[in-house]
């Protein structure tokens, strides 16, 4: 009996022994393929493994590190320093990649240092691992500089414990992100390197997506483009030219084995199952790929091509006469024997974002950097890393600054992130000089004449210039076809607060038609008084008749949110008929597409009063007052341009002075009303009639620079 107890045990001891085995090696064939959280769950599966396994316990706290749980796999490397007999020499390195992760650089370096103090003279790590404790020089000289932005993580509906990558901008619409990925649900399922399908050890391909933001700072759920654009290959997205209407982007086996494709948009009866190639000097095989498209005429592109100054190098192409010309190297300022890439150039064409992992400009992994060509010495500026919070001790690259000139977007590989490498925004604190518009701003009509501005380019931002009723005016000739009835002409009134009749019902009945087929239209009520009252009660009694008026959209299911109501001075201008009137104009939203018409307009908006000061695009007041009613001192009178204005879903009526169209003399105004006693005025910008906040000016100032300064 007793042997047969001793047989039973050792039979148990090696049974037990054999499945840890095979626990172990499941798990090392999980780490070796990169499926950390697998390899995770069977570490974990197996109890006693990590405690009685040396090898064991070191992969699961190498796999808690690649899975950001850096707490936990600081705790383990720390444990097995001090308790194993013979710690594996990698402990002391991921100690130091876990610390040089959290922006502890001091901690870190000792650590890397320590590592080394392990390794023999010879041993091929000595050099990347110095290379490391540079960054951390360089993290210790960066840490406590100000600084110069605010990141925030897209959140997680955007990102995943996956990878998110190379975000880039819609051209035409500020709300419209696209970027790609590697995640559940692509297309294709899970393939193991050569491509095959393999749902045990696979990886997902990338596929390219699109989000837009809802509400102020949310971004939507992200949506997968056309199933004739993803596939079960990699594809992932590169660029767009100039006006959005064409597609760069990857499809390949492998980033290496693939091509550039061109996509313009067909519709999906006129596709084929492929793309047109890109006719250029991109070759994915020489290990070409981030380009980006500067006005259609010039690319920036990082390679791997022979001949470069070591890893990706940045190049350039022209193109001009129907061909691009060859790709030429940047040159020694910009490349170095490290990795250059994912290149950015501002609007002013000279200044140039890109990221590297040189240990003497990185604080860790890639960082990104800024160098300016100066055209008079034909050479590039030593390029200068832009500092923490956008980058980190993670590769921090494919930064795109947006058209405002304040908002940029990055992918990041920081270990604060929910997986791999996820998606972020960089708010920075002022405006960006280098991208500043070329182009001039639109005119400023004198016309309120439905003011429609859109998203898309300079040349645009005043829809009503390009309909040809608003044409037609602009030139004193009566809308197309001999139709001269204006179907939103302003509306006057004999008496104060009169009752709307049924004829002007009628005409507000086809503003809210319109307002609810064009989902984000949003309307400015102008109130002109010219009776003659004080101007305090001539201010308050139009914008009580811009109420009623606003009252009765509401009533036919208009939002309160659409409407914003105004009242001017009118004086020293007649009114065509009455003592006062209401007009309309319209801002299309600014998410909207291209294509969008608004018909009705085209049958043609008038003012009341042409020629006053508060139909400019873009115009500056100064505010004095918030009140719960009429303002009753004798302030308005002293100054002009005095106005009264009133959103549906506030309290208060606000009052404004002055009328500026540049913010240095707006500024120079309220300065000049502190000194007179008015130390709460503060500067207000106005565009297309609307308030702006200071994030709408900053949406703006691709259409009007002078709005920089009040960003600013």
């Known amino acids: 009996m007793k042997q047969f107890l001793l047989f039973f045990a050792a039979f148990f001891c090696l049974a037990s022994a054999l499945a840890q085995a095979e626990k172990k090696q499941e798990a090392k064939e999980f780490f070796f393929h ?31 590190y690649n899975l950001n749980r850096l707490d936990q ?11 194993d007999k013979a710690p594996y020499p990698e402990c002391w390195l991921y100690q130091g990649k876990i610390y040089h992760a959290m922006h502890q650089f001091d901690k870190a370096a000792e650590s890397y240092k320590d590592y080394l103090r392990q390794l023999k003279p010879n041993h091929p790590n000595r050099q990347s691992v110095w290379e490391e404790v540079r960054r951390c020089k360089k993290g210790m000289e960066w840490q406590y500089r100000p600084s110069e932005a605010v990141v925030e993580n897209l959140g997680p509906d955007v990102n995943t414990e996956y990878d998110e990558f190379a975000p880039i901008l819609s051209q035409n619409f500020s709300n419209k992100l696209y970027f790609s990925s590697i995640r559940p649900g692509n297309i294709g399922g899970m393939r193991n390197a050569q491509g095959g399908l ?26 997968a483009m056309h199933h004739l654009l993803n596939s079960p290959q990699h594809e992932v997205l590169l660029d767009f030219n100039q006006d959005g209407s064409v597609l760069y982007y990857f499809k390949g086996a492998s980033p290496e084995r693939g091509q550039i494709l061109v996509d313009t948009f067909r519709k999906v009866e006129n596709r084929t199952f492929t793309s047109d190639p890109f006719l250029g000097p991109l070759n994915p095989a020489l290990g070409d790929g981030t380009p980006f498209f500067f006005n259609d005429t010039l690319l920036y592109f990082s390679s791997r091509r022979p001949g470069g100054y070591g890893g990706l190098d940045l190049y350039s192409a ?37 990221s590297s992992n040189h240990s003497g400009r990185s604080l860790g992994g890639l960082d990104v950097l800024k160098s300016v060509y100066n055209n008079r010495s034909q050479r590039w500026t030593e390029p200068e890393n832009i500092g923490i919070p956008v980058n980190s001790a993670g590769d921090d690259a494919y930064l795109r600054i947006a058209k405002d000139g304040f ?15 996820d998606l972020y925004v960089a708010y920075f604190n002022n405006f960006l000089p280098e991208m500043e518009v070329v182009a001039p701003p ?17 040349s645009r931002s005043d829809l009503a210039a390009g309909l040809p009723d608003a044409r037609n005016r602009a030139a004193g000739q009566p809308a197309e076809g001999g139709n001269s009835a204006n179907t939103f002409a302003p509306i006057y009134f004999q008496a104060t607060y009169k009752v709307l009749d049924g004829e002007q019902k009628a005409r507000l009945e086809k503003i809210a038609a319109l307002m609810k087929e064009t989902p984000g239209l949003q309307l400015v009520i102008t109130a002109y008084h010219a009776g003659s009252m004080s101007l305090s009660q001539r201010l308050f009694q139009g914008i009580k008749q811009a109420e009623v008026a606003a009252g009765y959209l509401m009533q036919q299911g208009v939002n309160a949110n659409q409407i914003f109501m105004r009242c001017g001075d009118a004086r020293g201008f007649q009114l065509r008929s009455g003592h006062y009137s209401l007009e309309f104009s319209f801002k299309k939203p600014e998410n909207a597409p291209e294509s969008l018409v608004v018909p009705d307009l085209e049958a043609g908006l008038s003012s009341a009063i042409p020629g006053h000061v508060l139909n400019k695009n873009l115009l500056y007041k100064v505010q004095v007052y918030s009140l719960s009613g009429e303002c009753k001192g004798s302030l308005l009178e002293e100054y002009p341009d005095a106005m009264i204005e009133k959103e549906p879903n506030l309290a208060y009526y606000r009052y404004t002075l002055g009328a500026f169209t540049r913010y240095a003399d707006a500024e120079a105004f309220r300065q000049k009303l502190i000194r007179a006693g008015r130390p709460s005025a503060f500067v207000v910008p106005y565009i297309y009639g609307l308030r702006a906040d200071r994030m709408m000016a900053r949406r703006h100032i691709i259409y009007f620079p002078d709005l920089q300064h009040y960003a600013n």
């Open 34 to 64: 990169q499926r950390y959280a697998d390899a995770l769950a069977v570490l974990n599966s197996a109890r006693d493994l990590a405690r009685s396994d040396q090898e064991a316990r070191f992969l699961k706290a190498v796999c808690l």
């Open 73 to 83: 796999a600081l705790e383990s490397f720390k444990e097995q320093i001090r308790s």
């Open 198 to 223: 393999d749902s045990r050890l696979g990886q997902y391909f990338s596929d390219m997506f699109s989000t837009e933001m809802e509400g102020a700072n949310r971004w939507g759920a992200p949506k």
């Open 318 to 354: 022209t193109y001009s006469q129907g061909r691009w010309s060859a790709p030429r190297n940047l040159g020694p300022v910009i490349n170095t024997p490290f990795d250059e890439t994912t290149p950015f150039l501002a609007r002013d064409g000279k200044t140039l974002y890109f």
């Open 407 to 421: 908002t940029a977007y990055f992918s990041s590989s920081r270990k604060d992130s929910y997986g791999q490498r």
């Open 442 to 458: 639109p005119p400023a009509y004198d016309e309120p004449v439905a003011r429609i501005q859109e998203t898309i380019s300079p």
